[in-house]
């Protein structure tokens, strides 16, 4: 059912519109140089008889090009940074907060439905207190990964906050959601964390937004229904 991917894909008429917003603003980048470069043009004049050379302008408007493609390419680097977690890679809470936004007010449009599952790793503490932070942070990687495998390219992950996830899951109903993570919660505790003989468990809370409510509001029902996972044995996923 699930396939992920962090950043969804931009439509290649985008990238083309993209190229000529760049060239366009390199040539005038460069038409202002030249104009307010009284010391280059009489330069030119001298050397050149006031002609200028078709082969110096367009090699200059090329390095124009490419240099605002690289602070682009930077500035998208940075945001990308700013809304995901450094440790697994999933997103943060600013960057699940403003994904979280677009798929609310897209679920109003078309009134479709919206699953949202807290999933939260069973003795996360004990386990950083026998084999150490590393592996604690290595299991951490690890449901991620697995997960990333097993979600939509529609869904949405975050590390919520320490070994707390929030999976939201775009036009699915509350039984699907929660068939979807109790698969996958069977097939993360079949594999062990890799490079070590240790296998982690996690329990989930899954509820269909109510639209009318806020994130936190949704977020507290979920995790009321992962504390009642917890008390049922772990491992396992509530509805609410």
Do not use: W
């Not at 939260?120 to 026998?130: E, G, S, V, W």
């Not at 990687?141 to 775009?170: K, W």
């Not at 964390?193 to 468990?201: A, C, E, F, N």
């Amino acid at each position: 059912m699930f396939k992920h991917d962090q950043l969804p894909l931009v439509h290649s008429s985008r990238h083309a519109s993209r190229r000529l917003h760049r060239r366009s603003f390199a040539m005038r980048l460069f038409g202002q140089a030249r104009a307010v470069s009284p010391t280059a043009s009489s330069h030119t004049h001298v050397r050149h008889g006031g002609v200028s050379r078709p082969g110096e302008e367009l090699v200059n408007l090329r390095a124009a090009e490419a240099r605002i493609g690289e602070l682009e390419e930077a500035l998208s680097e940075a945001r990308a940074a700013a809304f995901t977690d450094a440790l697994t890679g999933a997103l943060n809470r600013r960057g699940f907060e403003d994904a979280y936004r677009r798929e609310v007010a897209r679920a109003r449009r078309h009134g479709s439905r919206l699953a949202l599952a807290l999933i939260d790793l069973d003795d996360f503490k004990h386990l950083n207190d026998t084999l150490g932070h590393q592996a604690g942070d290595e299991a951490l990687v690890h449901l991620v990964t697995g997960l990333r495998a097993a979600l939509r390219p529609s869904d949405i992950l975050c590390r919520f906050g320490g070994e707390e996830f929030v999976v939201l899951l775009p036009e699915t109903a509350l039984p699907e959601a929660a068939a979807a993570i109790s698969r996958f919660q069977r097939q993360f505790a079949a594999r062990a964390v890799p490079g070590r003989d240790v296998v982690v468990t996690f329990s989930a809370g899954v509820v269909l937004q109510d639209l009318s409510e806020s994130l936190a509001d949704s977020i507290v029902r979920a995790d009321t229904a992962t504390y009642a996972a917890k008390r049922a044995g772990k491992n396992c996923v509530v509805t609410a």
